[in-house]
């Protein structure tokens, strides 16, 4: 069973990370959301409190398969900042372990160096705060181990590509299908 951990924090986008977390669990994908601002709810972007499963300093990270980051601003503003999921994200690229990043969170990706010379898409405008102008425009882009997606209305296509990546193309579809999608 693949392990996904999506860290958590105020400003996080709710529906990107409520629709990552609810997908990849309908491919029976253990889903771990992970507060990294301590304990108890979080107040997402658009004012929805979220609880996440865990706190991430409690996390063995190594018993993770993938790491998926939720945009928003000022959650990705704190993933910037955490010193944790930075280092994560330097391990999992290392180990070439899946990395997902939607809207703003390819920002982190950046900031972490994990971003060199891969192809990416982000929330538009986004890649100016890279100082990068190749963002692509394509709703999902995949470049080795890295997946990035545009937003909070591209999640569901970003969260079925990573169960085709995984999984393969008839476990996405089968997931697709019973959403109805």
Not at 150 to 175: E, M, R, S, W, Y
Request: negative net charge; aromatic residues 4%.
């Amino acid at each position: 069973m693949t392990r996904v951990l999506i860290p958590v924090a105020n400003g996080s986008e709710e529906m990107e990370t409520v629709i990552l977390a609810d997908v990849l669990r309908r491919a029976s994908w253990e889903v771990v959301l992970a507060g990294i601002q301590g304990n108890g709810p979080i107040t997402a972007s658009r004012g929805v409190r979220l609880v996440p499963d865990e706190q991430w300093e409690k996390l063995d990270l190594s018993t993770f398969d993938m790491l998926v980051l939720p945009g928003g601003l000022g959650g990705t503003e704190a993933l910037c900042a955490n010193d944790g999921v930075q280092e994560a994200l330097r391990i999992f690229n290392i180990e070439e372990l899946w990395i997902g990043a939607i809207c703003a969170a390819p920002l982190a990706l950046h900031k972490a160096g994990v971003l060199r010379k891969r192809a990416f898409t982000c929330y538009p405008g986004t890649e100016e705060k890279m100082k990068r102008a190749d963002r692509s425009d394509d709703p999902v882009v995949v470049d080795g181990h890295i997946v990035t997606s545009q937003g909070p209305g591209t999640a569901i296509p970003f969260a079925l590509k990573l169960i085709k990546l995984v999984d393969g193309a008839a476990a996405a579809d089968k997931v697709a299908s019973g959403m109805i999608y």
